[in-house]
T-cell receptor, first 116, second 114 residues
Framework: DVKVTQSSRYLVKRTGEKVFLECVQD?????MFWYRQDPGLGLRLIYF???????EKGDIPEGYSVSREKKERFSLILESASTNQTSMYLC???????????????FGDGTRLSIL | QQQVKQSPQSLIVQKGGISIINCAYE??????FPWYQQFPGKGPALLIA?????SEKKEGRFTISFNKSAKQFSLHIMDSQPGDSATYFC?????????????FGTGTLLAVQP
């Protein structure tokens, strides 16, 4: 079974702090994704990566950056946390296009981040 | 044009009844339509998916109906059970560049009453 592990289930930070959210997958997947989930808005894509050191902006990248130094690890960085970034953050991974189109995305259980 | 509109926002169904969740899209380039199921405290998990070359796909009690001309698709849960209580997300995928991206609907909170 694919396992996507997010380092923290709950995190409380202060405005202006630099925040790191970590995600690790154990299935040698090429693709990794970061979403935020808010009530009534569904899941919105922040950034994704299709290879080591490669990244692309999603639909709401402002205020965020990402890092992918190793294939199994994808980090989301809040450069200067603000209260409007309080949310549930979900990481996902999927196999790359070399295997088959439309591989399912496998999600971690999320990090609930509160910015005070 | 990139949106996927999902309804209803919440749904209460009696045990044994049929749950129906609807989604609509505008972008005709979407070519893959998955449904994800999310239990409280867990991440979403793929439930069932369909491509636009078929009008229906069934897996156990779960069926996707797809209407390409109307640009709509729906999830039907037959004989709904309390264990089906969860949040359901429809999604649509575009495939371009390095990988496929999913555009998610806003979610439906389903409660199946015993």
């Amino acid at each position: 079974d694919v396992k996507v592990t997010q380092s923290s289930r709950y995190l409380v930070k202060r405005t202006g702090e630099k925040v790191f959210l970590e995600c690790v997958q154990d299935m040698d997947h090429e693709n990794m994704f970061w979403y935020r989930q808010d009530p009534g808005l569904g899941l919105r894509l922040i950034y994704f990566s299709y290879d080591v050191k490669m990244k692309e902006k999603g639909d709401i990248p402002e205020g965020y950056s990402v890092s992918r130094e190793k294939k199994e690890r994808f980090s989301l960085i809040l450069e200067s946390a603000s209260t409007n970034q309080t949310s549930m953050y979900l990481c996902a991974s999927s196999a790359g296009r070399r295997k088959m189109r439309n591989q399912p995305q496998h999600f971690g259980d999320g990090t609930r981040l509160s910015i005070l | 044009q990139q949106q996927v509109k999902q309804s209803p926002q919440s749904l209460i169904v009696q045990k044994g009844g049929i749950s129906i969740i609807n989604c609509a899209y505008e972008n005709t380039a979407f070519d893959y339509f998955p449904w994800y199921q999310q239990f409280p405290g867990k991440g979403p998990a793929l439930l069932i998916a369909i491509r636009p070359d078929v009008s229906e796909k069934k897996e156990g009690r779960f069926t996707i109906s797809f209407n390409k001309s109307a640009k709509q698709f729906s999830l039907h849960i037959m004989d709904s059970q309390p264990g089906d209580s969860a949040t359901y997300f429809c999604a649509a995928s575009t495939y371009g560049g390095a990988t496929n991206k999913l555009i998610f609907g806003t979610g439906t909170l389903l409660a199946v009453q015993p």
